[in-house]
């Protein structure tokens, strides 16, 4: 329009709203905390300031200290401050509903009367003239869904409607409007208006300039003593938060109101007031003259004029829609924290640290007592995700003392399974976790089964088989060691990451087991990254049971796994460990699986042994990676050992694998109800005979006998 | 202090002397840009184990506008957001209005950051905490943020150990932002103490941290300190 003088509409640029995420965080905790359903509407400030970017336009903004302070909130946010030059305080009302329905029921015309019914009182009773930012109430109706942290609202910012509408007379910079020393003479007067915390968040004032050029801001009130001087230039002014070079902002249109309904003038002189960085800009501010035809009726109070005012949302009558669930939902929140915290090793102490490999790793726990609970804790630190968890136990009330992964709650009536329980605290620490627990008996060699019974055994064997085909990485953790046999048989078979952890008294171990007889590396991504000694490695292994396969659990035993709870006192059956083993034992378990995972060979790394020099394992970022860790509390001490597989092993060997290849289940009814069927099958029978006979000392001192572990 | 056993830390007494000064220096010779201003908060418990508790508190920088941090087209992440009112047809409720301008949507989509400086007690230094939203208040997530972050930035942040950004709950304000993680803080603040000879004479001037800290820190989000700022150490008592 640049300066027109045609005489068109006059129109203002709606006001747009910003809402702080503060404000829907105290939101949503008065709601929980204070409110209830109590939906009745909340008095609320909203803030803001006169444009100040000439391509930007200020928002009514709603921050937390918008609504009213929530006792039991613990932060403390600065209650609303007066004299605020950024924060001009706006009175607002706002109706949030129960139900979303509700929201969308809500007779949004209806609302919005009523607030320009209240906004025509000010003006008419004179409380506009004392605090004229009630000319720019607003309403802003909401639907807070707790559940999902998402916020529908919409404001309104109410407008009396002239009719006919104001026409523009001309509207142009204000620095085209004033002489030179008039406008030094201006700014210095706002400026000062805007630096006094008396004045600087009053946003409708009065402008007067006398005939010597000095200019002077005035409040609304005071208008009859500017009327008495003659010659003055009279200007009404207000703080302008938009940025259009040829519209004035909103609120300009309820000042219109108040002028004409109060004040009868029909040629009013309008300053939009915007600044730049801090000053009053007069190249932004704009001058201009409207005409105002007085509607009819408006001088009968009763009635009151039409308001228009509801935002639009990208041009469209509909509400908008917010999500904080990146901030609010706990889940994500923990998730991220999670994240963050692992990125932060890899970042500072392991660059090379997959963290995919762990988030995306199957881990299969056999066992959920004190070393399932320890290794569970242990693995989702490192940030495994993905865990299932095998008992057939209940808690019983022995167990929270020891089993960290359950209270006293979990005990009682009868205890729940552990397998749920497991699962249901995992998820309880990290919500985020796929804990998965299965309620199943390992099938045990040497402890028969009668026939009406065999079913179920081979179906929990199928079970067992299923559950480890289908996993990366299996634990033994269960409290005798013939459960182990067959679990380690099959992770022989399929050549799965084994781990084994075991507890004595006083002392543990914890081992790695090798892999599968007939495994090849060759077929092992692992092996993508070649070398010289990945090939010397493979030489060894194409040798069947060579030597060079590192062994599993049951390779340096000469008694194949019986049943270990018969005949024994209660003190050699029951969880009689020292406390601290069982963590000591797991988290071990776990740093070993984590050595594996980083280590360019996996599954068929060579054992070291601590100090060994000549490894190449040492280089690694992780450090060296052994085979069986075995450690007394009674010495605070600790070793690792290397021990190769036997080919006289009755679960890893080629004999007994191929047997379970060729005869599967049978084989396995076989060796639960035949003591000696392992021992016969394997040539153990035939070992013993020969040592018993030369009487060799079998208890060499650092290769402790297993049967001294009394395992939990 | 002497420059040579200086750990690099600072403790909370001279982080608010350091804050004070910095806003002060902030305007003296940035006073195109908005102030940074001290917000106070009141302790968090009454302060009866301790003689006479400092006033707490942080400086606060918001509303920024960061150069080149405008979006085309507001691309909100509603994915959360039910979808019942947004495609809820128009609700035709309101007269027309020929007052009411309506705008060609040719305008300008701006992202506004908030920057906080909070003393870390447990580290003992400076901390940044940042958050971004558009205009209408909606979050910036971390990888919008990341976008609008200088170019020299992502590479700083691939590369030193030392800068991450990480989202933790501001101190005061309890609820989720972005932060600049300060565990190497006190190392490379010390380096940079150390490196400068005129300032290893003169020893450690207090007042000059927080504008040292920041020519380091406000690289990685593209605030940038005006060269005399640092030009400039005030002679110090």
Known sequence: MEGSSGKSILQFAPFQSSVDEGFWHRLSSLKLNKFGIDDSPIPITGFYAPCSHSQVSNHLTLLAESLPSDSSEESEVPEISRGNRNRCSVPGILYNTNTVERFHGLDKQGLLKAEAQKIWEDIHNGRALEDSSVLSRFLLISFADLKKWSFHYWFAFPALVLDPPATLVNLRPASQCFSLEEAESLSAAFNEWRNSSLTADVPFFLVQIDTNSHAAIKHLKDWETCQSADGHKLLFGFYDPCHLPNNPGWPLRNFLALICSRWDIKSVHFLCYRENRGFADLGLSLVGEALITVPQGWRDHPYVPNAVGWELNKGRKIPRGISLAKSMDPTRLAISAADLNLKLMRWRALPSLNLNSLSSLKCLLLGAGTLGCQVARTLMAWGVRRITLVDNGRVAMSNPLRQSLYTLDDCLNGGELKATAAVNSLKRIFPAVEAKGVVMAIPMPGHPVPSQEEQTVLDDCRSLHDLIDSHDVVFLLTDTRESRWLPSLLCANTNKITITAALGFDSFLVMRHGAGPFSSSHDSKAEAANSLSADMSNLGLTDRDGGKRLGCYFCNDVVAPIDSTSNRTLDQQCTVTRPGLAPIASALAVELLVGILHHPHGIFAEGDVLNSSNSESSEQPLGILPHQIRGSLAQFSQMTLVGHSSDSCTACCSTVVSEYRKKGMEFILQAINHPTYLEDLTGLTELMKSASSFELDWDDGTDEDDDDCVEV | ?237
């Open chain 2, 1 to 237: 202090m002497d420059a040579l056993s200086w750990d690099g830390t600072l403790t909370s007494r001279d982080f608010l002397v350091s804050a004070r000064a910095f806003a002060e220096k902030w305007k003296e010779f940035n006073s195109a840009f908005p102030p940074w201003t001290w917000v106070p908060c009141p302790p968090k418990q009454p302060p009866c184990h301790l003689p006479q508790l400092l006033q707490q508190g942080y400086l606060s920088l918001e509303k920024i506008c960061l150069p080149g941090s405008s979006k085309k087209g507001h691309v909100t992440s509603q994915e959360d957001v039910d979808e019942i009112s947004l495609t809820e047809g128009e609700e035709e409720f309101e007269p027309v209005d020929n007052a009411t301008l309506v705008e060609t949507n040719n305008s300008l989509q701006v992202c506004y950051y908030d920057f906080h400086i909070v003393y870390s007690d447990s580290y003992r230094v400076p901390v940044l905490y940042f958050r971004g939203y558009y205009i209408d208040g909606q979050p910036l997530a971390l990888d919008e943020i990341e976008k609008d972050l200088p170019a020299c930035s992502a590479k700083v942040l691939l590369e030193s150990k030392w800068t991450f950004i990480t989202q933790e709950e501001h101190p005061y304000l309890n609820r989720p932002w972005y932060k600049l993680h300060p565990c190497g803080t006190s190392e490379w603040m010390k380096l940079l103490f150390l490196s400068d000879d005129s300032r290893a004479k003169i020893g450690v001037a207090v007042e000059q941290y927080l504008v040292s800290w920041l020519s380091v820190v406000g690289q990685v989000v593209g605030i940038r300190i005006p060269f005399e700022m640092l030009n400039n150490p005030k002679s110090c008592n």
